[in-house]
């Protein structure tokens, strides 16, 4: 048999299956790891669930991945410590180069009391909860009335329009922790909630962050015209859920009875000037406000459990890297064959177009680390004998090719845009697994 060039592939996002396309048609042995039964990360169970055409025609391209020659695609598997496959398992097999494209897996929290608290939950939780990820699909989440949303970005936009549009509670509060000049939403994404702004509430909030923003050379004008100019297009209104803006506000303490939230302990900031740079800073005023939920939107991290270093919520990169793509480093400090690219090399940086670029960048990388390398035997003869060992039904290129067309053809029969299976058992036996 021909020898090739050796390579793991660990994370089936963009970034992941975009590289591992790259490797394949430049001539290597791709293996293709994926947690989930299914592809596409974030791409599938990240994107706003009514985006149907982007996801499909995201799909399309996908699959035609899965049929690359050189490319093996394996899903149902975990990899890291304490996982089906760690990372020696599969040096061990003969992977002469790791790229490590899991996204950013791992749960950002600040660290505040009353965060184990049933209704304190991680944005990311919740958009796969609302994406039919499993096992989050399957998970009791308790949204109440009032609802806190923590942050300013496209994250916070898109659980504040589910909780409005889909679970329409009563009250969705944005809590900002910087002013609203800020906020790094655009007016499109504003659009699908503004219908539901409170009005009133947004004139008494300009006018008590507005002194303070001056002072920092800041328009609160501009800034207000920014959120009204989303009224202009907004999605029509299907709720009588109050949408608001606390700006200027960071969460200190969740608090509670029984172990369910009831109130959060927030602290008013002033913005401040530090060079040129604007900065948010504590006053030491705290006020307690009423809630049933808060979400955290706040970003992302690495996992720290998967057996990389870590450091500020990411794999530690190699400043001096040997093969720079883009004047960027893809490869892991103190490691010699290990490669990230993605949400894994930055995490929650930019979006499928990004992860797409990334990816493929971080190919090119392990193909100039490969260079150097003398093609290898084929590692998916000892692989066949360690996935044989797991006793776990493993999902091949096949079948999930085969589970894009199951849930097409449930989805006519349906009369639906869209199906996906919500359980993993549902999705295994979908596919005669």
């Known amino acids: 048999m021909e020898k090739k060039h050796q390579v ?12 591992a396309r790259e490797l394949a048609q430049a001539g290597a042995e791709v293996t293709l790891f994926n947690r989930d039964i299914k592809p596409g990360g974030l791409a599938e169970y990240g994107i706003y669930p009514d985006k149907i055409a982007m996801k499909n025609g995201l799909r399309k391209q996908f699959q035609k991945i899965l049929s690359t020659p050189n490319l093996q695609y394996f899903g149902n598997i975990s990899i890291g410590d304490d996982a089906d496959l760690s990372l020696a398992d599969l040096r061990a097999m003969g ?51 009032r609802c806190l949303v923590v942050g300013a970005g496209n994250v916070m936009i898109d659980i504040a329009r589910y909780l409005i549009r889909e679970a329409k509670v009563d009250e969705v509060t944005a809590l900002v922790r910087r002013g609203p000049a800020d906020v790094k939403f655009t007016k499109k994404e504003l659009g699908y909630v503004a219908a539901n702004l409170d009005l009133d509430l947004l004139d008494a909030e300009m006018q008590r962050v507005g002194e303070n923003m001056r002072s920092v050379n800041q328009d609160p004008q501009a800034a207000k015209d920014f959120l009204l100019s989303a009224l202009s297009k907004a999605a ?12 200027l506000a960071s969460p200190q303490a969740m608090r509670g009875d029984d172990g369910l939230l009831t109130h959060v302990d927030v602290e008013n900031n002033d913005l401040i000037l530090k060079g040129d740079a604007t900065k948010p800073r504590g006053t030491g005023n705290i006020q307690a406000l009423e809630a049933d939920t808060i979400i955290f939107a706040i970003g992302d991290k690495v996992d720290d459990s998967f057996g990389l ?26 490691e010699e064959n290990i490669f990230v690219a993605g949400w894994s090399r930055k995490a929650s940086d930019g979006l499928v177009g990004y992860a797409r670029k990334d990816g493929v960048n971080g190919a090119k990388a392990v ?4 260079a150097g390398l003398p093609k290898g035997e084929s590692a998916l003869s000892g692989l066949a004998d360690k996935l044989a060992s797991l006793s ?11 589970l894009y067309e199951v849930e097409k053809e449930e989805a006519e029969k349906r009369g639906v845009e869209e199906f996906k299976f919500d359980d993993n058992e549902a999705m295994l036996r979908a596919i005669g697994l």
């Open 236 to 247: 029509p209104k299907v709720s009588e859920t109050k949408f608001s803006f606390r700006f």
């Open 392 to 402: 776990k039904p493993i999902v091949t290129s096949d079948a999930a090719l085969r």
């Open 95 to 145: 992977f002469q180069a790791i790229f490590v494209t899991t996204g950013a897996q791992g749960t950002k929290w600040l660290g505040l009391p009353g965060e184990d608290l049933r209704g304190v939950y991680h944005a990311k939780d919740v958009v796969y909860f609302y994406n039919h990820l499993p096992p989050f699909s399957q998970q009791d989440f308790h949204f109440g009335s």
């Open 367 to 370: 193909l100039a680390y490969l």
């Open 8 to 19: 793991a592939v660990i994370g089936a996002g963009p970034a992941g299956l975009y590289g």
């Open 309 to 334: 270093p870590t450091e500020w919520n990411e794999f530690i990169k190699d400043e001096n890297p040997r093969f720079p793509q883009d004047g960027k480093s893809f490869e892991l400090a103190g």
